[in-house]
């Protein structure tokens, strides 16, 4: 007897649990990604570092590289990548727009230091944002700060550049938001091709910022040298 072909049954689209459907914006993190604590991974990861450096011959009984395994511990968990675990989301406290304003608020030369997912070297530039205020208006330092979160895991730089602009179009209730990220990455300049110059541009406008005129503004701005 024929068995019925179920595995092939794709839903309809409508059909489909979002919720559960893993966007391609978001960073790719297993179900278990928090089920240990930072104390038990940074041990963990401090083994294993250990152990590549041996395997590259290096000698751990040296004084200058003993503490080596437990400082990048440290610094993938505590630092560089703490933006993997929510409970480091910043908390965004809002104004109301008491002024109305209501032209574009704009946030540029934001500095960022994050980490290519694919080689684990630095991607280091500058992040401009804007949007148009709804009722309500976030602290400038916010903006960095809902930066920095996404800068600090393994990413991608198109990834990086959405994931900034959906958290500023949650917490802003609007779409009329706008990123733009200039990045060097370590893995371009100090290795492979070895361009040292080159430098990546990523950007994401909607809402009013799909519209030539304010994305013209916006540009314009970011690219003045008023400071
Ligand atoms: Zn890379």
């Known amino acids: 007897m024929k068995q019925k072909e179920t595995s092939l049954n794709i839903p309809h689209e409508d059909e489909l649990d979002f919720d559960h459907v893993r966007s391609s914006d978001e960073t790719p993190l297993r179900e278990d990604a928090f089920e240990l604590d930072d104390e038990i991974k940074m041990e963990l990861i401090s083994k294993h570092f250990k152990e590549i450096m041996q395997i590259l011959g290096l000698d751990l009984t040296d004084d200058s590289l003993r503490g080596t395994p437990d400082r990048v511990a ?3 968990v505590k630092e560089v990548f703490s933006g993997l675990d929510p409970k480091n989301k910043p908390h965004v406290r809002f104004f109301e727009n008491k002024y109305n304003y209501d032209q574009m608020l704009v946030e540029k030369d934001i500095t960022f230091y994050s980490h290519c997912e694919h080689h684990f070297v630095p991607i280091y530039g500058k992040a401009h944002v804007a949007y148009f205020p709804n009722g309500k208006v976030i602290g400038l330092s ?80 970011i690219n003045s040298n008023t400071k």
């Open 142 to 221: 916010k903006i960095n700060r809902i930066v920095q979160y996404y800068a600090k895991r393994p990413q991608v730089q198109e990834r990086m550049t959405i994931q900034i602009a959906n958290e500023l179009k949650q917490s802003l209730h609007t779409e009329d938001v706008a990123v733009v990220l200039d990045a060097t990455h370590m893995c371009v300049s100090s290795r492979g091709v070895n361009d040292t110059n080159s430098q990546t541009g990523t950007a994401h406008f909607s809402g009013k910022f799909k519209e030539q005129t304010f994305k013209n503004e916006f540009l314009n701005y």
């Open 74 to 76: 440290k610094m993938y």
